[in-house]
T-cell receptor, first 117, second 111 residues
Framework: AQKVTQAQTEISVVEKEDVTLDCVYE???????LFWYKQPPSGELVFLIR??????QNEISGRYSWNFQKSTSSFNFTITASQVVDSAVYFC??????????????FGRGTSLIVHP | NAGVTQTPKFQVLKTGQSMTLQCAQD?????MSWYRQDPGMGLRLIHY???????DQGEVPNGYNVSRSTTEDFPLRLLSAAPSQTSVYFC??????????FGPGTRLTVT
């Protein structure tokens, strides 16, 4: 079973629409970290946000917001008033203690967001 | 700070050839890792290291070797390249709980 599930393979919206990217994770640990990354067409991986398991506060950064719910093991990402520049592949990742205690993240398969003008 | 650097950016190999992908970081991070990215598969962990002299396998380690003799460097060796290893390879570094700092990637084609 995947530890990080991004069920939406591709989402297509028209500019100015709001869009939510879903992320469901699986862990038995009480201490873990969740991340979102953006990969624009140029290919680099851009860090967006980190959340630790003890901080369920939602976060807003400009047009971006994140909803972390431990009760449903979800860490969803919403873009408000989407723009063409938001077109990218978005990855959710989970970092939990591996054997030996290291924290190296496992990534979901990504959601490709296409924003049409 | 250069961050995480990877060389080469592009490489074409013939089946059976060997090569080393280089990765270096200048942030004194204890963790370094290699991922491969294939269409529809996300980023899959190949090998990782928690410090100089310590490495471990990720989810897809077969056909790859790593070593970490210094904190800064973490090369990935392909022993005998196969077409199935055609992919984009990303090196990353981090510390406990921090985000991954990724290199720019190496696009490898094996013919």
């Amino acid at each position: 079973a995947q530890k990080v599930t991004q069920a939406q393979t591709e989402i297509s919206v028209v500019e100015k629409e709001d869009v939510t990217l879903d992320c469901v994770y699986e862990t038995r640990d009480t201490t873990y970290y969740l991340f979102w990354y953006k990969q624009p067409p140029s290919g680099e991986l851009v860090f967006l946000i980190r959340r630790n398991s003890f901080d369920e506060q939602n976060e807003i950064s400009g047009r971006y917001s994140w909803n972390f719910q431990k009760s449903t093991s979800s860490f969803n990402f919403t873009i408000t008033a989407s723009q063409v520049v938001d077109s990218a592949v978005y990855f959710c990742a989970l970092s939990e203690a591996r054997a030996g205690g290291s924290y190296i993240p496992t990534f979901g398969r990504g959601t490709s967001l296409i924003v049409h003008p | 700070n250069a961050g995480v650097t990877q060389t080469p950016k592009f490489q074409v190999l013939k089946t059976g050839q060997s090569m080393t992908l280089q990765c270096a970081q200048d942030m004194n991070h204890e963790y370094m890792s290699w991922y491969r990215q294939d269409p529809g598969m996300g980023l899959r962990l190949i090998h990782y290291s928690v410090g100089a002299g310590i490495t471990d396998q990720g989810e897809v380690p077969n056909g790859y070797n790593v070593s970490r003799s210094t904190t800064e460097d973490f090369p990935l060796r392909l022993l005998s390249a196969a077409p199935s290893q055609t992919s984009v390879y990303f090196c990353a570094s981090s510390s406990t709980g921090s985000e991954q700092y990724f290199g720019p990637g190496t696009r490898l084609t094996v013919t």
